[in-house]
């Protein structure tokens, strides 16, 4: 079993430039999220999708644009990249049935190493 | 002040010791998680607790809802137990969840 799957694991960009990250699940869930990591700070919410066809935004969305393509992929896309967005990014995925807590627990992508020069 | 606290940030000890891990939250919640951070990156959820204590080999997590506090404990470490554990929070009828910063611990053979 794959689970999640993001690519690429590493990239470098240089300010400006545009990148789209790629998410994908094979656990048939509803439920994907888009996270970052930095030294120092918890895990914060870019963007996620409760369901195919919506998407919200988390806690840190500016400079960030997804898609829900469909229910099996969630891309996350710098359009200009700026040295801030240099983080870690994680993908996430659930089943996403609030009212059913065993469905709620996340799975995570191996993630990927962004710098942006 | 984060809704999510952790403590110690780090926390280095001697293979075979109990571990203790804690988490305090602000906000009321619908569920907790206690995640896993590899050293290569990788996160793994370890436990989701609404009530009471969950076990799971060598690890025990307990939440007390009122208290708003959670702990992990790890029997008989080891130090393939080195990594950072996080935890996080689930408010009622939201998706989201918010992360604590995570503690680093490290267990020297």
């Known amino acids: 079993n794959a689970g999640v799957t993001q690519t690429p694991k590493f990239q470098v960009l240089k300010t400006g430039q545009s990148m789209t990250l790629q998410c994908a699940q094979d656990m048939n869930h509803n439920s994907m999220y888009w996270y970052r990591q930095d030294p120092g700070m918890g895990l914060r919410l870019i963007y996620y999708?409760?369901?195919?066809?919506?998407?919200d935004k988390g806690e840190v969305p500016n400079g960030y644009n997804v898609s829900r393509l469909n229910k099996r992929e969630f891309s996350l896309r710098l359009e200009s990249a700026a040295p801030s967005q240099t983080s870690v990014y994680f993908c996430?995925?659930?089943?996403?049935?609030?009212?059913?807590?065993?469905?709620?627990?996340?799975?995570f992508g191996a993630g990927t190493r962004l710098s942006v020069l | 002040k984060n809704e999510v606290e952790q403590s110690p940030q780090n926390l280095t000890a001697q293979e075979g010791e109990f571990i203790t891990i804690n988490c305090s939250y602000s906000?009321?919640?619908?569920?907790l998680h206690w995640l896993q951070q590899h050293p290569g990156g990788g996160i793994v959820s370890l436990f989701m607790l609404s009530s009471g204590k969950k076990k799971h080999g060598r690890l025990i997590a307990t939440i007390n809802i009122q208290e708003k506090h959670s702990s992990l404990h790890i029997t008989a470490s080891h130090p393939r137990d080195s990594a950072v554990y996080i935890c996080?929070?689930?408010?009622?009828?939201?998706?989201?969840?918010?992360f604590g910063t995570g503690t680093r611990l490290t267990i020297i053979p």
């Open positions: 999708s409760a369901s195919e066809g919506t998407t």
């Open positions: 906000v009321g919640i619908s569920a």
């Open positions: 996430a995925s659930s089943e996403g049935q609030i009212t059913t807590l065993a469905k709620n627990i996340q799975y």
């Open positions: 996080a929070v689930k408010t009622f009828g939201n998706e989201k969840l918010t």
